[in-house]
């Protein structure tokens, strides 16, 4: 079974400051990582994924995430925060057996962007 | 190239009615998925289908939910004797196959309403 914990249901930073979304993962085998951004009354957008590789990965709109097997981790930065940011971020975690887009959600966490 | 397109945007049922959710994937999309998104909660898998069969429907409640994809128009996914419980967001999303190369595109949602 897998499972998803995102720390902090909401989060909030000034404009131009870094942003740090925290979330943890429990797979058995493997896992695939992603994280959604979802803008109110719309459906989730992908913002990147880890599959294999390079445990650095670099999105859209400037976030990006390491993968860190130890700490089972997969943390969303972004260096400067911009109020388009203002959303709510979803990690997910699927796995290489089974269903690989079959995904189990994180229950979120809002960001709000102030001035 | 449109997106994954859902209809109707908002739904309001009186309880005891049937809602019926439409979705039809991507272009050149042949695997739905439906989820489920409770108030302040991330997105629940309900079910996973290809053309014509249901691969997955582990997360489907064992009562009253359905869902089909026909060889010919959009995914359904059908609701009946509509319960204050059902109140919530549903998301059907598409991919183009079930790798991890192959992640899934959400549609706006539906907004069910039980009243």
């Known amino acids: 079974a897998q499972s998803v914990t995102q720390l902090g249901s909401h989060v909030s930073v000034s404009e131009g400051a870094l942003v740090l979304l925290r979330c943890n993962y429990s797979s058995s085998v493997p896992p695939y990582l992603f994280w959604y951004v979802q803008y109110p009354n719309q459906g989730l957008q992908l913002l990147l994924k880890?599959?294999?590789?390079?445990?650095l990965v670099k999105g859209i709109n400037g976030f990006e995430a390491e993968f860190k097997k130890s700490e089972t981790s997969f943390h969303l930065t972004k260096p400067s925060a911009h109020m388009s940011d203002a959303a709510e971020y979803f990690c997910a975690v699927s796995s290489i057996t089974g269903t690989a887009s079959k995904l189990t959600f994180g229950t979120g966490t809002r960001l709000q962007v102030t001035l | 190239n449109a997106g994954v397109m859902q209809n109707p945007r908002h739904l309001v049922r009186r309880r005891g009615q049937e809602a019926r959710l439409r979705c039809s994937p991507m272009?050149?999309?042949?695997?739905v998925y439906w989820y489920r998104q409770l108030p302040e909660e991330g997105l629940k898998f309900m079910v996973y289908?290809?053309?014509?069969?249901?691969?997955?429907e582990s997360g489907m409640p064992k009562e009253r939910f359905s869902a089909e994809f026909p060889k010919e128009g959009p995914s359904i996914l059908r609701i009946q004797q509509v319960v204050r419980g059902d109140s919530a967001a549903y998301f059907c999303a598409s991919s183009p196959g079930q790798g991890y190369n192959s992640p899934l595109h959400f549609g706006n949602g539906t907004r069910l309403t039980v009243t």
């Open positions: 272009k050149g999309h042949s695997h």
């Open positions: 289908l290809q053309k014509e069969n249901i691969i997955d």
């Open positions: 880890y599959t294999t590789g390079a445990t």
